[in-house]
């Protein structure tokens, strides 16, 4: 079957759409749930970018992808521990925080990579398995979109409810909400503010690590300079787009998801003979971010503001 | 916190001293821990810094060098630092210098006939206004609409990235080059060199002028409203300053400043516009701002060390083979420790005053 998006497959598109989805539903959500807590991580692109070159490395090494992972989840929660630190303990600045963690580790990943594998040639890692499941994959167009995929995109589908589910139906998700709207408030219940910044800050670290990880594991195969793109960013913006609700967050990552795939697709049809050059293509999703974010709305009351504990 | 007799104590009351000794700290404790990472990552760190600072400092041509790449980073931060100060986090001076750089390399070849001066300074404001309406953008998102502006700002950066590719490959492409290039500049439009024989050029005294002009605009009206509006808005707002029009002039001229840094490294060094010339300077000026305290006379002193370390990185590439993204990674370093300056200041104090307890009751 053929589409009219230029001789593509429809369900291979869709396909696509779920892979460019992925990495931005991770960050996003460990976004949520940080930003729920009150904590500003603009440093998740950083966490991305130090998961993604932690996972590529060791995979290449190892030639065992599931240390890749882990790896990729590891490296970024240490420096979303060192953004805990300093934005939580020391309540200094997060967003001059978050901007100093994506110039270092923009610097530190260049330089390991340029050490460790040089820059004339640039390996290619196995790809992470992709795992069809079975009679739900037959489903026409949505069975390719949804069920085709590695291990992580199914993990990322039971992550979207779980974190739903830990920030509105649990009691330490309570905390966090609280922590995040009126911190003086929670602090007199007896909530330990401190810590649910530092342990917010470091989900977000492992989560958005993740999304680093598949995004070299899952679906590049390889690593270069600044390999995130400003993904991280983008999940900012769909945290605040998504109103810091997991499910609402998910589903515009979905769409920017969609987007993406999109764009790649008019490079690929306009780009070569009709004349419009691929640098406008490459752009549109940065212009799309500008534009949504006008739907913006109430961000937690006491979103990065540093808590200093009264004595 | 008494030391051998001597109180130590006073630096913290003395606040210019204070802000020396702590930013000196923070770039000293980056520089150490930076050596850690570059010998574990295999690199000798005391070669590596010592090719950085013969590379740097040590000859004609190294000092000259140093002084282009100071250039662009001090104009760059000198907007960053301003916007800072106004409580805007402009982390858009990537994408402001690009758009400088365009604007420069096109009107650098396109207008012939003109005098030297005049082409000179016609660059200047179109690049000025190209940065600064560049910024206006998520100035105005930010005023009218109270968007976000560290989004923005990062959006705008990597839009103009794209543009640039767009421009060098399509309508300003060089046909006369392999490389990815737009013609060079005519030579009425070219910045006179500084010292001769090298690259150094004009530049460095128009960011200085800039230092300048910014130094006095802190004693005017405007600069006051600015460090209000920056200090505390809602106090601004009541005390009945036009806290959207602060915003919009801030950015207005923190771009404009921005894109002259662009414009330097085309009508001063490059004589051209190549692709990725100015890849990463203003992420550099935003640590360069920090590191200055966004003070304008900080600031300069802060962009002549990076000038420096990103110049002396190239070197030491040559040299060592390690990769001249150092300066990139020591600069995100030292963003760090900056922020951590006043509770290490604090700290070492504190060190300083327990080894002197520890020694005495050893004595006695």
Known sequence: MTSPLGGLEVSL?????MVLATPLILAALGETISERAGVLNIGVEG??????????????YTNNLWSGVLGGILGAMLISILHAYLGVFLGTDQVVSGIGINVFVLGI???WYRIIIGTRTTPAIPPLEIIEIPLLSQIPIIGSMLFKHNVLVYLTYGLIPLCWFFLFRT??????RAVGENPLAAEAMGVRVHYVHFFCTIICGALAGLGGSFLTLGYLQLFFDNVTAGRGFIALALVIVGGWDPIKVSLMSLVFGGINALQARFQAIFGTYRGIPYPFMLMLPYIITLVILFKAK??????????KRKK | MELGGLDLSFILNKPLLKELISVILAVLSSVMVGGVIFSVSGADPLLAYSALITGALI??????????????LLFASLGVALAFKSGLWNVGAEGQIVIGSLVAAWLGFSIMGLPTIIHILLTMIFSFLGGA??????GILKAKANINEVLTTLMMNYIAYWISVYVIYWPLDDPLSYNPQTPHVLPSAMLPTLIPGTRAHAGILLAIVGAILLIIMKKSIFGYEIKVVGANPAAAKSAGINVPKIILTTMVISGGLAALGGMTEVIGRDLCLKLDATLGYGYLAVAIALVGNLNPIGVIFSSLFFGALVNGADVAYRVTRIPAVVAQAVAGLTM???LMKGPMLRFILKLLTWLKIGSRSGLS
């Open chain 1, 47 to 60: 966490y991305m970018l130090m998961a993604a070159f932690a996972s590529y490395a060791i995979t290449y």
């Open chain 1, 13 to 17: 598109f869709l396909n696509s759409v």
């Open chain 1, 298 to 307: 109430n961000a937690p009351k006491a979103l990065a503001v540093p808590y």
């Open chain 1, 109 to 111: 990943t260049s330089l």
């Open chain 2, 133 to 138: 309406m560049w910024a206006l953008i998520p």
């Open chain 1, 171 to 176: 009691a330490l998700g309570l905390k966090v």
């Open chain 2, 59 to 72: 000859g004609k041509h190294q000092i000259a060098e140093t002084i282009v790449k100071t250039t662009p």
């Open chain 2, 336 to 338: 760090l420790f900056v």
